[in-house]
């Protein structure tokens, strides 16, 4: 079963209650998700795995550690996953992006892929998923089903918002997949997080 961490640092709390406020505009609405981003890729980077190595400083040897292992690809979930991607990258600059295209049909909830452009070499990389809101968990299962038929298989889901129904869902399609959220919310209603921060690519590119 994939983990569900709630990242409770104070900072990530505090600007969570910023963007939640449906006062909150446009741009200070996508300045505050890509601060969120930021604190939340400093908290899911804890462990990346390290090695050692030695560095010769301008005084002499240091037997000093560097990040190990695999590489890294931030794939956001069309749209409203854009926003979150600036702020990771600030942390983890030398990451590759993906991008996977996904609508929900706002009648029937169900969700349609529609673009997906990924590194050529996915297979070999730890790939986070970035999406500000998990609600049915419909685009997430979609966007990570694609991601696997492509090779992908070191895969985290990231998200700032979750509803108990779509971390369950995600939680049994993908049992191999951890899940880091800001905030676990109450419920669910008519599709819409509540009580959540609204519809995240609508806030975040002013298209209401
Ligand atoms: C929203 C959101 C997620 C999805 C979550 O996107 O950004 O991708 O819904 O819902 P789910 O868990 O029930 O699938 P939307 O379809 O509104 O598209 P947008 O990002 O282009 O606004």
Known sequence: ??????????????????????????????????????????????DMPLEEVDVKTPEGIAHAKQLAGKKLAVVPILRAG????????????????????????????EPHEYFA????DIDQRQVFVV?????????????????????????KFVCLVSAPEGVKAL???????????AALDEKLENGYIVPGLGDAGDRLFGTK
């Open 82 to 109: 854009i926003g979150m991607v600036d702020g990771i990258l600030d942390l983890i600059p030398t990451a590759k992006v993906g991008h996977i295209g996904m609508y929900r049909d706002e009648e029937t909830l």
């Open 1 to 46: 079963m994939g983990e569900l961490h709630i990242m409770n640092h104070p900072l990530i709390q505090h600007k969570l209650t910023i963007v939640r406020d449906e006062n909150c505009g446009t741009r200070e609405f996508r300045e505050v998700v890509n601060e969120i981003a930021n604190l939340m890729a400093f908290e899911f980077s804890r």
């Open 171 to 181: 939680q049994e399609a993908h049992p191999d997949v951890d899940i880091y959220a």
């Open 117 to 120: 452009k990924l590194p050529s």
């Open 131 to 155: 999406d500000p809101m998990l609600a049915t968990g419909g685009s997430a299962i979609m966007a990570i089903d694609a991601l696997k038929k492509r090779g992908a298989k070191n895969i």
